[in-house]
């Protein structure tokens, strides 16, 4: 299985600021997801990186607020851009890992970046 | 949009008592998966139901699945305190040739030692 690491793990911005996360994964592994957790919420889907194309967004959620960057098959950053209070969340990163119990593609995530903005 | 609910939002047990969290989806899956989240963490995976499958063991752990009525459950055994953390289902539906889970609200289990 892979091993992520994220950070930051939190940290407090200003409004109108923004705030790049890293990801990086101990393997290669052709897609990596960001996924945000508002306060007591369920996980959305932000957008899925693939090496060397851009980003697929999910509905609601665009480019200009949330870009990504994935240069190469470990690693990738999604930036938080003009921030406000309602991008307070838990921003996840995720990778598809084989489980050979399962049989089938599931998910490992990063620990989460906590961003409170104020 | 989320694809599954589910139910309780909150369960509080004692120890050793059984937990049992319901899942709720809409449309037809691939896969069911649970996944738990410690408070201040990421999610792990907990075990994998595929549709033509009704039921599952992992040491502790029984899911199953009723694709008719589109639900299935989570039941954990003999609780303990450490299995405190919140509960996420999540539907498989193919995306661009994978397979990318959707997730439910979750439900939030306190175990009581």
């Known amino acids: 299985s892979a091993v992520i690491s994220q950070k930051p793990s939190r940290d407090i911005c200003q409004r109108g600021t923004s705030l790049t996360i890293q990801c990086q994964v101990d393997s290669q592994v052709t897609m990596m997801f960001w996924y945000r957790q508002q306060p007591g919420q369920s996980l959305t889907l932000i957008a899925t990186a693939n090496q060397g194309s851009e980003a697929t967004y999910e509905s609601g959620f665009v480019i200009d607020k949330f870009p990504i960057s994935r240069p190469n098959l470990t690693f990738s950053t999604l930036t938080v851009s003009n921030m406000s209070p309602e991008d307070s969340s838990i921003y996840l990163c995720s990778v598809e890992v084989w489980d050979s119990s399962a049989g089938a593609n599931v998910l490992t995530f990063g620990a989460g970046s906590r961003l409170t903005v104020l | 949009s989320q694809q599954g609910e589910e139910d309780p939002q909150a369960l509080s047990i004692q120890e050793g008592e059984n937990a049992t969290m319901n899942c709720s989806y809409k449309?037809?899956?691939?896969?069911l998966q649970w996944y738990r989240q410690n408070s201040g963490r990421g999610l792990v995976h907990l075990i994998l139901?595929?549709?033509?499958?009704r039921e599952k063991h992992s040491g502790r752990l029984r899911v199953t699945l009723d694709t008719s009525k589109k639900s299935s459950s989570l039941l954990i055994t003999a609780s303990r305190a450490a299995d405190t953390a919140s509960y996420f289902c999540a539907t498989a539906q193919a995306s661009g040739g994978s397979y990318i889970p959707t997730f439910g609200r979750g439900t939030s289990l306190i175990v009581h030692p």
């Open positions: 449309t037809s899956i691939n896969n």
């Open positions: 139901i595929r549709s033509n499958e």
